[in-house]
Nanobody, 123 residues
Framework: VQLQASGGGLVQAGGSLTLSCADR????????VGWFRQAPGKEREFVAT????????YYADSVKGRFTISREKGQSTVYLQMSSLKSEDTAVYYC?????????????????WGQGTQVTVSS
């Protein structure tokens, strides 16, 4: 496993949580990184992505204004700050490495995945 996601847990609705994604490949600072999530019985869905230099980010409508993706330029670790959490945010969250320097919401564009971290939001 080349990417390691961590930081998941149990949080009450309205609370906050920050996920981290560490990429073990040294050259991955040149790649965009994305976060996806998968709830039980549902398909994996796009959450957010950030460019290689941290200068460009894109979010799913469902999390826009509540989640913030970030990274330091030249660093392969990416963070996902989640606030105003809702019960519908409950899922396993995965980080993934994009093929290129600027990300997209297309799951097919990601060629390396972490093992996932569980986020549970209680209402």
């Amino acid at each position: 496993v080349q990417l390691q996601a961590s930081g998941g847990g149990l949080v009450q609705a309205g609370g906050s949580l920050t996920l981290s994604c560490a990429d073990r490949r040294r050259t991955s600072s040149n790649n965009a990184v994305g976060w996806f999530r998968q709830a039980p019985g549902k398909e994996r869905e796009f959450v957010a992505t950030i460019s290689w230099d941290g200068g460009s980010a894109y979010y799913a409508d469902s999390v826009k204004g509540r989640f913030t993706i970030s990274r330091e330029k030249g660093q392969s670790t990416v963070y996902l700050q989640m606030s105003s959490l809702k019960s519908e945010d409950t899922a396993v969250y995965y980080c993934a490495r994009h093929r290129r320097s600027f990300g997209s919401s297309n799951i097919q564009d990601y060629n390396a995945w972490g093992q996932g971290t569980q986020v549970t939001v209680s209402s």
